[in-house]
Every structure is written in structure tokens, then in C-alpha cells.
């Protein structure tokens, strides 16, 4: 094993001895021995020369201290530079100053025993303003205690880790990452002016020709071009050491936010009758004609494009998706008409989609000179702006659905609520009945329609409990079997052993009859249906389409078929609502994007795969729950007819037709109600001390005051009064306002009449 200590390493006190600082002590001992001395025989004698005893004593053992505290930390020091002598990665040991105290065999080899003494002067060559970096790591290691940082090189990424050993000691890990890519092999050798730029500007690393055209090397891109940002494709003017050159950039992406930038001068690209120079750059380049002919390309752009050398194909037979004719676009950039600005097309050949940017630059003053295309590959960037804009477009219906949704639970309310007054005063023996009857049936299935919109966008109510899903299966194996007939089999495997879970027992029954009726349909010749349960233990993040799965366990239910499948173009449409592919009048579009809301708004993750004529699997993932058991809810109490009630009602609703039923409603079961159509009006009614009230039955979303606010305003003066908020929209929408209200309960629209009754009965008793 060697060690390498390029300078002595002073005490870690910051090189200040113990004993230096005790001769002012052992001084003033002495002082008093020989005071004793002069002093004659007796007390006083006695207690200068005991004061001076003492301070001797003191003093050997503070020396004593000092130099088992070195011992030791000599030791410790030892053990952790044998610790990393053998670390295949570089490491040093640093002073609070960043002098080399101790390198190891990996620190040595990679930049060998060159007698450089500071860490920052070892790290000067391998990326730009070491000191800096350095200085940053170490001020939050003396905070923190550790820290790190990955910085983008020339030749890929290192990354440097810091941890404090002692006081004023540091030990420094080099990690370098080469880039592989082979992106800039070469680079020293090739002609053209090249450099390699960091996220903030830094240039890290230039070539010869570079440093030979700007007579220096370059620190920043401010100082080399005029106009920033540079973009491939862009004619720049460089500030040479010769005076302003004239440019064309080509560049392309690096790992860990490098740039390589190539430049190529304009005098030479317009006048080269070949891309002489540029068959082995790491950039894409072709010269077209003005009618998008392929003159030549480099050996990049042959391997993007996947054309074969001495091959002239058309442009508009490599590219598509402009908008319009890419033979139209060459020719009026060649002609002037427009700029070569960058456009991001779609390469014609089959197979995965691959997106390209392309630049144009002409060649010359006239048309026939031709252009210059730089290419990049432009798929990541596609990928991304595809997945913002799926995201978007989900959000924005699903907002839509929850509005809609809101209007239309107040419309059924009103409907429901006013059939519920009519069957009241009908037997089931008139003529009428049978029809108000049907109305009431329909507007259920209508109420039933607006929650699927709601658990789609996520704005449903839940009642979220502890259950397991083998108790859910087995309590919905009836209904299932009924839903898929006698044609297809039913197959469940449920882990008996898996951990329960925590959701809405009524919500994920739904889902499941959702997952196989859509799984049913998609076998109209018959076949079998698997639903499984297991257990599954993620040790890291699951990263899967646009979804971040975190680690931990979960309990995992497939359902499987065997039907037609789901085409690839279409399967990332499928929680979409309203897409179907079913015939008109067979389906309605809701049941996946139902599925889907219900387990996002549960906290879980739903996937499919699906292979065409094969069959489909649906994947949910539920988090397992580790808290207690919950307390079963008890069941309400059944609600007597005729007049139970008494107390009177604030009710406050901006819809007529909703507040003219309850108010009915209410009043039919013996309460006396005061109505108001907005909080304004409900507050003025309450400043009256006459006034007694108690419950208020209040809409939460109105104009000018919402509920939660003008209750909370109201029970400053009435603090005993009971609450029940009713809205069309989900109660998660106002929990956080709710919560600070005491005495108050929700109920969803749209409420029946003994929904009503019975929630008001309820606060009342």
C-alpha cells in the first residue's frame, strides 16, 4: 500500500501546539512559587504555593489530554486513509485550505505524483472554475456534513463527493463518468472549431481549432458569439482573434446537460462542392437541392435517416408531418421567400416514430447554390410536448366533467326530489303511478351517468374504508357471473394472505364489474375471465408510461382475457372518456375512464397492456394500509313516517327549483324552514336576535359568499347551531374548509327526500 502525503499535515487545530498556549500558565505558576518564597512562613505561603501546585497539575493533565487527543486522531485518520487506499476511485483528504493532506493509489494513478498541492490545482485540467465547485461542496459539508455534486466535463460527468472526517479535515471521492456515445471521439483531431459548453454557459472543454480561431481559450459562449442562444442551424458571427468570422452551428446534446457545438464557416460551407471534412461528425448534415433532392449526407445523417451512401432520395419521401408539401418548404427557403428557421418533422420510414428538427441553411445568393440541412434528433423532445399535451387535455375534460356534472346533479335533484312529492301523494294502484315511477328510475340512471363523470375526473365523494380485496371478490362473484353470462367463464385467484387496503367498497366493486363487462365485450365468441390477487413488494420507484409508481407494497389485482385486444394506436386513448369502439348505441365511453378516476382518487395506479387478437390485462396497484382497524360505520336508523320532526331550518340554495323541493320536503316532516337564496340574505335574516335556528341546510358553491364562509361568519353569534352542506360537487373539494367548522356533515347531490329528512333528523338527534 502507498501513501501519499504532499505536504506535512499540521495538527487538526489549524496547526497551533498545545504547549504555546500553556507558557503564559506555567509562568504565572512560577510567578507564585517564587511569590511563596518571598512571603513569610504561613497561610499565605501555604495558598500561593497550593494556587501554584494546582495550576501545574492542571496544566500536565490539559498537556496530557492534547497529546492522547493527536494520538487518537492520528489513528483515526490512519484508519480512514487505509480505508480508501485501495478505492478504485480517486479520493483525497483535504485542510479547510484544500491542501492535498493524503491521495490514494486510484488519485494517483489518474493524476499522478506531479507534487501539485491543492485539490483545486489537481482538478484545474479536468473541468472549467474548479474553485468555485470546490469551495461550494466544502461550505455545506462544514454545515452538513456531506455533500455532492455532479459536474458536466468534456468528456462526460464527474462526481464529487465530499464528507467532513474531523475539524478543518475533509475527504473528497472523484467519481468520473465517460460518455460512451462515441459522440466526441475524435475531437482533438478534427478540423472544425469545436467546443463543449455546460448548462450555464461554461465552456468545459475546446478543441485545437477552436482555440486557434479565437487566439485563446474560451471561458464562456458570451464571449465567442454575439448572439445568444445558439441554435443548430443558426449563422453566427464568432468574435475571431483575426477579427468577426462568420458561421454555421451545428450541434447536438450531451449527457449531464453538455453541448457539443461544431462551427462551420460559412465562406467554406457555401463554396465546398462535398461535405469535405464532416463524413465523421457526430451532427447530421445534407446538402439539398432546391427540389429537396439528397446531393450527399454524412454518415450521421445516413444512419438517422437509415439511407444507404451514393443514395438520392427526396426529402419529401424521408419526411412528413409540415402541414404541408416538404418539397414546397426546401424551395422557398432556397428561394428566399422564407427563413430557414428550425421545423420538427416526422421521418417516413416505418417502425417507432422517430421526430428529427431540421435547419435550413442556404448554400449561396441563388436558388440552385442549394441548402445546407442540419438534423437533430428531436424524439424526447416529441415525447415530452406529446405527454404535456395528453396531460392537459385529461385535466381540462376532467374539469369539464366535474362542472358539468355539478350543473346537472342540480337538475336531478330538482327532478327526483319533486317526483319523490308526487309518489308521496299517488298509491301504487293509480294510473299516474307507474309512470312517476319510470321518471324516477330514469332520473337514478341519470344521477348514476353524472357519477361516472365524477369519479372519471375525480371529484366524487368516497367513503374509504379497511378491506380486503378477497372479501370484495367474493362478495361481487354473483353479480360478476350474471354480468358475463353463459358464454364465458369466470376464473378468480384470489392471495388470501394479502394485506387489506383502503378504499370505497362500492367504488371498487365498480370498477371491477367495469373491467369485466369491458372484458366480455371484447370476447363475443365466448372464452374465460381471470381475475388475480397478489402481493407486490416494489424495492424502487416503477416508472411506467407517464406514471411514477413509488417503492413499497402493494396489492396487485389483474384482469385478464383472452378477446380481440386493443390496437396499439388506440391504447393510450382508452381512459379516455367517451372514446369507445364499440358501435353506436352499445357503450357510452365511461367505463375505463370511470375505472381510472375511482383508483387514481384511491391512491392507486391502473395500467394495460394489451396485445391485438391475444387479449388484454388491466394491472391495479393499491398501496397497502398499516393503520388500525376502523370502527364499522353504524347503519342508519330507519326513518318514521309522517311527522318526526321538529326544529327550525335555515335553508339557503341558489337554485330555486332545488330549494322550492327541500324546502317542501322539509316541511312535510314537520320542520319549520326559512328560506334564502343566497348567504347575503341568510346573514341579513340572522341579525334579527328574534330569530331562532337549528340547522342550517346551505349550498356550498354560490355567488358571493360560498357556504363554508358565511357559517363560519354565522356561528360566531349561534355557535350551537347544526350544519349540513349539500353541493354537486365532491366534499374533498371543500374538506379543508369544512374542517374547522364543528357540528356540520355533508350530503351529496342528488339527495332524495328521505336523504334529506333523515341527514337534518340526524344533526337535530
Request: a negative charge.
Amino acid at each position: 500500500m502507498s501513501i501519499v502525503t504532499p505536504v506535512a499535515e499540521p495538527p487538526p487545530d489549524g496547526g497551533r501546539s498545545l504547549r504555546p498556549r500553556l507558557v503564559p500558565l506555567l509562568a504565572l505558576a512560577a510567578v507564585l512559587v517564587a511569590v511563596g518564597l518571598v512571603l513569610p512562613a504561613g497561610s499565605d505561603r501555604f495558598l500561593a504555593w497550593t494556587v501554584a501546585a494546582t495550576l501545574v497539575f492542571a496544566l500536565a493533565i490539559a498537556d496530557l489530554a492534547g497529546r492522547v487527543g493527536r494520538v487518537l486522531r492520528r489513528r483515526v485518520t490512519a484508519r480512514l486513509h487505509a480505508l480508501v487506499a485501495e478505492d478504485e476511485a480517486p479520493c483525497f483528504a483535504t485542510d479547510d485550505l484544500g491542501q492535498v493532506l493524503y491521495s490514494n493509489l486510484a488519485a494517483q494513478a489518474r493524476f499522478g505524483r506531479n507534487g501539485v498541492t491543492t485539490l483545486v490545482a489537481t482538478l484545474g485540467d479536468v473541468f472549467a472554475h474548479p474553485s468555485a465547485v470546490l469551495y461550494r461542496l466544502q461550505s455545506r459539508a462544514a454545515t452538513l456534513g456531506h455533500a455532492r455534486e455532479d459536474v458536466a466535463t468534456r468528456r462526460g460527468h464527474v462526481r464529487l463527493s465530499v464528507h467532513r472526517s474531523a475539524p478543518g479535515r475533509f475527504l473528497w471521492r472523484f467519481d468520473e463518468f465517460l460518455d460512451r456515445s462515441g459522440q466526441t471521439r475524435g475531437a482533438d483531431g478534427v478540423s472544425l472549431p469545436m467546443l463543449v459548453a455546460g448548462r450555464t454557459g461554461a465552456v468545459l472543454y475546446a478543441n485545437e481549432a477552436m482555440r486557434r480561431l479565437l487566439g485563446t481559450r474560451p471561458r464562456a459562449l458570451d464571449r465567442i458569439f454575439t448572439d445568444l442562444p445558439v441554435r443548430s442551424g443558426m449563422l453566427v458571427t464568432v468574435a475571431g482573434a483575426d477579427g468577426p468570422v462568420e458561421a454555421v452551428v451545428a450541434e447536438i446534446g450531451g449527457a449531464a446537460d453538455r453541448r457539443e457545438i461544431y462551427l462551420l464557416p460559412a465562406a467554406a460551407v457555401t463554396t465546398a462542392p462535398a461535405l469535405d471534412g464532416i463524413e465523421d461528425l457526430p451532427v447530421a448534415l445534407m446538402r439539398l437541392q432546391p427540389n429537396a433532392t439528397v446531393i450527399e449526407a454524412n454518415a450521421a445523417a445516413r444512419a438517422l435517416l437509415g439511407i444507404d451512401p451514393g443514395q438520392a432520395p427526396n426529402a419529401s419521401d424521408l419526411f412528413e408531418g409540415l402541414g404541408r408539401s416538404v418539397r414546397d418548404w426546401v424551395g422557398d427557403v432556397a428561394a428566399g421567400r422564407l427563413p430557414g428557421k428550425a421545423e420538427v418533422l416526422r421521418l417516413s420510414r416505418a417502425g417507432a416514430e422517430v421526430f428529427v428538427q431540421i435547419a435550413l441553411r442556404p448554400l449561396g445568393p441563388l436558388p440552385q447554390d442549394g441548402l445546407l440541412a442540419v438534423i437533430s434528433d428531436a424524439t424526447a423532445m416529441k415525447t415530452l410536448e406529446a405527454q404535456f399535451v395528453q396531460s392537459q387535455k385529461m385535466q381540462a375534460i376532467g374539469q369539464l366533467a366535474g362542472g358539468v356534472a355539478h350543473d346537472f346533479n342540480n337538475l336531478l335533484t330538482a327532478i327526483s326530489g319533486h317526483c319523490d312529492l308526487l309518489l308521496l301523494r299517488h298509491e301504487p294502484a293509480d294510473p299516474d303511478y307507474a309512470d312517476l315511477a319510470q321518471i324516477h328510475q330514469n332520473a337514478n340512471r341519470a344521477a348514476a351517468l353524472v357519477g361516472q363523470l365524477l369519479a372519471f375526473s375525480r371529484k366524487q365523494t368516497l367513503k374509504p374504508e379497511r378491506l380486503h380485496l378477497a372479501d370484495v371478490l367474493a362478495d361481487v362473484t354473483h353479480l360478476l357471473k350474471r354480468l358475463v353470462g353463459e358464454r364465458i367463464r369466470l376464473d378468480l385467484a384470489p392471495d388470501d394472505g394479502l394485506g387489506p387496503i383502503r378504499a370505497d367498497r362500492r367504488q371498487l366493486e365498480q370498477v371491477l364489474m367495469n373491467l369485466v363487462v369491458n372484458a366480455r365485450d371484447a370476447m363475443p365468441g365466448g372464452g374465460s375471465i381471470r381475475i388475480e390477487t397478489e402481493s407486490c413488494h416494489l424495492a424502487q420507484d416503477m416508472r411506467r408510461n407517464r406514471a411514477v409508481v413509488p417503492a413499497g407494497d402493494y396489492a396487485l389485482m389483474r384482469v385478464i382475457d383472452r378477446g380481440t385486444g386493443i390496437a396499439p394506436e388506440l391504447i393510450d386513448k382508452v381512459f379516455e372518456p367517451f372514446f369507445t369502439t364499440k358501435r353506436p348505441g352499445e357503450g357510452t365511453g365511461l367505463g375505463l375512464s370511470t375505472a381510472y378516476g375511482i383508483v387514481k382518487q384511491s391512491g392507486g395506479y391502473i395500467f394495460v397492456d394489451s396485445t391485438s387478437g391475444q387479449g388484454t390485462v388491466f394491472s391495479l396497484y393499491f398501496p397497502l394500509h398499516t393503520g388500525a382497524d376502523e370502527p364499522a360505520a353504524p347503519p342508519p336508523p330507519p326513518q318514521p313516517a309522517g311527522r318526526v320532526g321538529q326544529g327550525v331550518v335555515l335553508l339557503v340554495e341558489d337554485e330555486a327549483p332545488v330549494r322550492a323541493f327541500a324546502a317542501r320536503a322539509l316541511r312535510l316532516r314537520g320542520y319549520t324552514v326559512i328560506e334564502a337564496e343566497n348567504a347575503e340574505a341568510a346573514l341579513d335574516i340572522l341579525s334579527d336576535p328574534q330569530v331562532s335556528v337549528d340547522v342550517f341546510v346551505t349550498d356550498v358553491i354560490m355567488p358571493g359568499l360560498d357556504g363554508p364562509t358565511w357559517v363560519r361568519e354565522a356561528l360566531k353569534h349561534r355557535p350551537s347551531v347544526r350544519v349540513v352542506f349539500v353541493s354537486g360537487y365532491a366534499e374533498d373539494s371543500f374538506a379543508d374548509m369544512q374542517d374547522d367548522i364543528p357540528n356540520s356533515v355533508f350530503l351529496p347531490k342528488p339527495f332524495s327526500l328521505d336523504d334529506l329528512t333523515r341527514t337534518v333528523h340526524d344533526q337535530l338527534h
